[in-house]
């Protein structure tokens, strides 16, 4: 079980690092059309940037929860 636990910790930190550099790419295209001047409201860049941010938060919080998880599978072998 804490091996599967483990796998899964693994996992959702990669989709953290993967998430986070795919938002900074994005982020650094929506400075770009930010300066050009694209017009008023949001860019559809700037939603995506956004839709990724949350992605990046729901995924840790995951992860702050298979971290519990294992704490609490360790703490019950001891």
Partial sequence: M???LVLVLVALMISV???LIRGLVSFLGNARAEIDGTGPGPSEGA???NKLMWSRIYLQG???GVIALIALVASSKG
């Fill in 17 to 19: 690092v993967v998430v």
């Fill in 62 to 64: 995951a992860a702050i």
């Fill in 47 to 49: 939603l995506k940037s």
């Fill in 2 to 4: 804490t091996l599967f």
